[in-house]
């Protein structure tokens, strides 16, 4: 509406609409992570698994309780650094970790790829400071 003020209660960052769906990509998430540490055999992606699985369990939880930026922010980072980590043991030969080098269609590792993309778009663009009033804006500056 022309003219209205946007309040800060306004914010992606804060609205139910956007932290319900990322607290549903979230437990995918750490659900996927959960079950991959349990067929985990080399140590290091044991601890990945497992810190990626709690890294976005706790996230989830904080979008849920009173403190929805610091889910965005934790949720946002634990994705995007299991989505490196995913891109490093396929595009590189990692000792101990043979297996992973070249298997980019693995079901479970692709699932996780689109479900951390989301989760790190959704991050980002709600911590930015988005509200629907700007960007209702800025596309009639455009």
Do not use: C, K, Q
């Amino acid at each position: 509406m022309p003219g209205s003020s946007v309040t800060a209660s306004d914010a992606l960052a804060e609205r139910w609409e956007w932290r319900l769906p990322a607290v549903g990509l979230l437990l995918a998430a750490t659900a996927i992570h959960a079950y991959e540490a349990t067929d985990a055999d080399v140590p290091f992606l044991l601890v990945g698994f497992i810190a990626s699985a709690v890294g976005t369990g706790t996230a989830a939880l904080l979008l849920v309780a009173r403190a929805p930026r610091l889910g965005w922010a934790l949720g946002g980072l634990t994705a995007l650094l299991t989505f490196v980590g995913y891109v490093v043991t396929r595009a590189t030969p990692i000792p101990t970790d043979e297996d992973d080098y070249g298997n980019w269609l693995e079901l479970l590792g692709v699932v996780s790829l689109v479900v951390e993309a989301i989760i790190v778009v959704m991050a980002v663009w709600a911590l930015a400071g988005a509200t629907p009033g700007r960007l209702r804006r800025s596309d009639r500056a455009g």
